[in-house]
């Protein structure tokens, strides 16, 4: 697979961004996927959202890794020109190149 990484793309406020991999989930054919994560991630949010940022920051790093393995492209435009997508300054997740399986 490859892709390219526009790195001169800010990375929009959440609201934005939930629209934003809503339609690429859409595009992807995972859209029920993708929403049933995001509700699961906002009832969360709003029942934790009291403790401390740690907490909160591995709870959208678990996010980002579970829109990852529903669909990559839900969260490649996420990344920097090294494959790392940051919350909060924070490297959470990285995007690696993993070659196909040959037989």
């Known amino acids: 697979m490859s892709f390219i990484i526009n790195q001169k793309t800010k990375i929009p406020p959440e609201h934005e961004t939930k629209i934003k991999v809503l ?20 009832d969360n949010y709003k029942r934790y959202y009291q403790f401390d940022d740690n907490a909160r920051l591995q709870m959208a790093a678990a996010f980002i890794k579970q829109l990852s393995e529903i669909n990559i492209n839900l969260v490649l435009w996420l990344a920097d020109e090294r494959g790392n997508i940051h919350v909060n300054n924070e490297v959470v997740f990285t995007v690696v190149d993993v070659p196909e399986k040959s037989n």
């Open 23 to 42: 339609s690429l989930a859409q595009v992807h054919g995972c859209f029920a996927e993708a929403k049933m994560l995001y509700d699961k991630y906002e």
